[in-house]
């Protein structure tokens, strides 16, 4: 079946039978694996991703589901190049092995988008649905903060 | 290409001891690090699995393929396919595939590969093993008890024991006595039973690698810690010569010793599926087999005896510990070690005896985490020495700073500690942001159902190898000159998250006056990297930064040398020298501080060349309905030596911190007959952000002399030894419930209750 959807702000096509994972077309045929699977079931978060702006684990959306809508991947965050969040990240701890990182930005650029002043308190919930196992989270917690408070001084752009 | 002179303009060395950005973030936070499974498909590539065993112990009588399944594009392999069925670790004990016996559930039995997923997993399910189960040994008291025999002669993977002052005899029966009289003429003898569970590491990305053969020999890139680890197993598994084997490390997404040993063995089987089909062999677990089969976290059982005066001073210690090492030994022994020498914790003692013993059962190897023994021993005597003070009517605090060794003193192995003991400053610093003393002294703050305590714990853990084990392993580093006068670290050290990449880069920076930017880090392939031993036990800032540091101050001699004859600037003395020399390259080998002494047949002398300290400050909530603790606050102060990145020294400490509350509060493998019933992240929990309290790491230096950077020790694993205590004190403090039993879960916490009242 054919899907189209908007990914990462470019209009793609792909051939797939629609119960195929997202994630598994992601890191397949459309080619881009910094989406990670940690778990596979709704548990890790690493797989996190922007469904119409919402975050969502693509190891639990199907692409028969996205077809119209627009995806965003960590891909998408930092072209062409690296935003405060992701800055944030490397300049504060945030990212030790990695592997996380990908689904932590993708939520934090969630909360972000929504509330550029977030608390530490509802910086921790927004990613509460994305497992870490390196850092403790503090440091995560650091990045997110100063990001935010960056962007404002930006003038809320990213 | 940028040279040393374009670097010139931004920032200037000293780059130690600031935190710049670490070097393979941009990549991580772009979604373009590539980890295993990213690495695009080869050609041909088949995909990987492998049938395992489903229950505990059985004899293996036969596999048959359902006749029915079209087996025409599937590679199988089985024991009997194997010229060598041993993965080397520290012996060959441990089958690459079971052969007629079953000794774990999950155990590997069959190998099998198909290009097409989706058939692979079908494939598994057509291999019918024929088992004739045996009752398994699945306690580890039941095999000391030699109820069966499952291992060896006796079920014992591994004996030691250590002695000190009037227990220091060599006959044991005597040395058991003269302690067991010490501790009687004691003025207060405490009795304690203490145990802990297994923990699974939970990396996030799972255990992967991709091998494949060509006419240079086996290659296996993966997910690891140690490179040369899985090297010498594909050496022995294939009896190949050294350079036929070529081990790559992937961008690794967490080990946390998870991904030391047990590589060797997912190497080993996607080797084997590679060579028989021929075709590049892609093995990627997923979670729940992950769980299943691979390494956890020994559980302990620790009894401790001792005797103090009236006054508080420590006098007499005797300890019997008991690990469970699971059906095969891989690096069990290294384990009971650590755990044996962290057994007395951080405190004086006159007398003592240590005796310590791993078994065997029939469950799954348990291997290295984080630790490495000694989260479980220092449990053990940290909730002693709260008894302790229980008995005596004292804070326990004060009673351990009152015993706590100090520069001079001498360990239970007869070690005397030669500076560099930041202990006191950690205690006092810890206590003093936690508001400890003051909190302590409030009577038990009960607010509706909710009751608030604090508790802490303080200890040691010994960086580098145990012993001799530096000497005899001889790490070696190369640095090599290129050209613009850049300079390339060639380690077997592997970045797993930690940042070795961007710490070495900075002592490179430092020991040569050049720029971060002019340092190379090569990617660890056993190829063209030399051995620096493994990445693991505390060692690779302190031993293997140490040779990081003399090997670029080598080279950077070397062009100097150069400058000073021809002149010109370092680039142009750079380029000089490599077209007259056409490779320039420093081969530097590690070299033990003389003083050390260690003697492996009595286990006395100097354990570690120096040891990192801690003081941990837990501040929980109870809820007396349900007895849920929530941690609401996590206080620590490290003795590192030398911080020479601030912010991932305590991105180190944190995240050690956290594995040490989930361990303590939540994680538990729950086992019924062999079999582990939660293999998956929803049942099996981790911390999230919102369970995580806010942290606040103070960072203590007191250097090493030896240290690179000015002083750097280990600090790798000594955050993940004082959670656990620290929280079950504050748990006491909060609600009078003493446990001695890991996790605290609140089922265990009921259970105490209940006891109490009855
Ligand atoms: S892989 Fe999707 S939540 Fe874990
Ligand atoms: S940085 Fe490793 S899991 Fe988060």
């Known amino acids: 079946m054919k899907i189209t959807l908007t990914l990462n702000g470019l209009s793609r096509e792909v051939d797939l039978p629609p119960l195929v994972r997202l994630l598994d077309a992601l890191r397949g045929p459309l080619g881009l694996p910094g989406t990670k699977e940690g778990c596979g079931e709704g548990e890790c978060g690493s797989c996190t991703v922007l469904l119409d702006g919402e975050p969502v684990n693509a190891c639990l959306v199907s692409i028969g589901q996205c077809e119209g809508r627009a995806v965003t991947t960590v891909e998408g965050l930092s072209a062409p190049h690296l935003g405060p969040l992701a800055r944030c990240f490397v300049d504060h701890g945030g990212a030790q092995c990695g592997i996380c990182t990908p689904g932590m930005l993708i939520s934090a650029e969630a909360l972000l988008a929504r509330r550029p002043d977030p608390s530490d308190e509802e910086i921790r919930e927004a990613i509460a649905g994305n497992l870490c196992r390196c850092t403790g989270y503090q440091r995560i917690v650091d990045s997110i903060r100063e990001a935010a408070r960056e962007r404002r001084e930006a003038g809320g752009a990213a | ?147 069966d025999v499952i291992w060896g002669e006796d079920n014992v993977h591994k004996r030691f024991s250590i002695t000190k002052g009037r227990a220091d005899l060599p006959d044991p029966a005597a040395s058991a006595a003269a302690i067991e009289a010490a501790i009687a003429s004691s003025e207060v003898v405490v009795r304690g039973r203490y145990t802990t ?108 005896v001792s005797g103090c005066d009236r006054d508080g001073t420590l006098r007499a210690l005797s300890i019997r510990i008991l690990m469970d090492g699971g059906a095969y030994m891989t690096l069990t022994p290294v384990v009971l070690s650590r755990g044996a020498l962290h057994a007395a914790g951080v405190y004086r003692w006159d007398d003592v005896r240590i005796d310590a013993v791993a078994v065997a059962t029939n469950t799954p190897p348990n291997g290295a985490f984080r630790g490495f023994g000694a989260p479980q021993t220092i449990w053990a005597i940290e909730r002693h020495l709260d008894r302790v003070a229980q008995e005596l009517g004292r804070d326990p605090m004060d009673l351990k700073a009152q ?75 190369a640095v090599d000159l290129l050209p613009g006068g850049r300079l390339r670290i060639r380690t077997a050290s592997t970045d797993i998250g930690q940042g070795t990449e961007t710490v070495f880069r900075q002592i490179a920076a430092d020991a040569t006056g050049l720029h971060l930017a002019d340092i190379d880090f090569a990617v660890p ?108 606050g996590f206080w620590s102060a490290t003795d590192v030596g030398k911080a020479i990145h601030p912010v991932m020294c305590k991105g180190q400490i944190e995240g050690g911190s956290l594995q040490a509350i989930g361990w303590a509060l939540w994680e538990d493998v729950v086992w019924k007959n062999g079999l582990i019933q939660n293999p998956r992240m929803t049942n099996y929990i981790i911390p999230t952000a919102l369970d995580a309290p806010p942290m606040h790491v103070d960072l203590v230096e007191a250097p090493y002399a030896y240290g690179p950077g000015g002083g750097a020790k280990g600090v790798g694993e000594l955050p993940m030894d004082g959670g656990a205590p620290a929280i079950a004190a504050a748990v006491e403090h909060a609600t009078g419930l003493f446990a001695r039993d890991l996790p605290l879960l609140p089922e265990r916490l009921l259970e105490l209750q209940t006891n109490r009242k009855g």
């Open chain 2, 525 to 632: 392939s056993t190829s063209y990297v030399p051995d620096s031993g493994p990445t693991v036990a505390s060692r690779t800032v302190m031993v293997v930064g140490g040779i990081v540091e003399r090997a670029a101050r080598e080279v950077a001699a070397r062009v100097r040398a150069e400058q000073e004859t021809s002149g010109g600037d370092f680039a142009a003395a750079a380029d000089r020298l490599l077209t007259k020399e056409r490779e320039v390259t420093a081969l530097v080998q590690y070299e033990h501080p003389g003083w050390v002494t260690w003697d492996d047949s009595t286990y006395k002398g100097d354990a570690y060349p120096v040891y990192g300290y801690a003081c941990d400050v837990a501040e929980v909530e109870v809820d007396l309905d349900t007895l849920e603790v929530t941690v609401t």
């Open chain 2, 403 to 477: 015993n706590m060794l100090r520069e001079g003193d001498t360990t239970a192995t007869g070690q005397t500690l030669r500076g560099s003991v930041g202990v006191a400053e950690c205690l006092e610093k810890a206590l003093t942001a936690s508001g400890y003393h003051d909190k302590r002294k409030a009577p038990p703050a009960v607010r509706g159902r909710v009751a608030r305590g604090i508790g802490a714990s303080v200890f040691m853990h010994g960086a580098g190898f145990t012993g001799s084990g530096e000497k005899h392993l001889k790490g070696r580093v």
């Open chain 2, 1 to 147: 290409m940028t040279t040393a002179a374009q670097n010139a303009s931004s920032a200037r060395p000293p780059f130690i001891g600031t935190n710049v950005p670490r070097t393979d973030g941009a990549s991580k936070v772009t979604g373009r690090a590539a980890y295993v499974d990213d690495l695009p498909r080869e050609p041909g590539e088949l995909f990987g699995a492998t049938v395992r065993s489903p229950v505990p112990r059985a004899r293996l009588r036969g596999i048959t393929l359902d006749p029915a399944f079209d087996w025409s594009d599937v590679t199988v392999v089985r024991a009997s396919d194997l010229a060598v069925n041993e993965v080397q670790c520290i012996t060959a004990e441990q089958p690459i595939l079971a052969a007629d016996q079953i000794r774990h559930a999950y155990e590997p039995v069959v190998l099998l590969a198909c290009a097409d997923k989706r058939k692979l997993a079908q494939a598994v399910r057509a291999v019918k093993l024929d088992l004739e189960p045996l009752t398994p040994i699945l306690d580890p008291e039941q095999s000391l008890a030699k109820v």
């Open chain 2, 197 to 304: 569970h297994h923990q699974e590491q939970l990396y996030i990305e799972p255990q992967g690698v991709i091998a494949r053969w060509d006419e240079k020999g086996v290659h296996v890139t993966g997910s690891l810690q140690c490179p040369y680890y899985v090297h010498k197993a594909l050496v022995h598994g294939f009896d190949l010569a050294a350079d036929r084997v070529h081990v790559t490390q992937a961008v690794t997404g967490g080990g946390f010793g998870g991904k030391e040993e047990y590589p060797s063995v997912i190497a080993l089987h996607a080797a084997l599926l590679a060579q028989k089909s021929g075709k590049p062999v892609r093995m990627i677990y997923d979670r729940k087999e992950d769980i299943e089969a691979t390494t956890k976290r020994h559980p302990a059982i620790c009894e401790i």
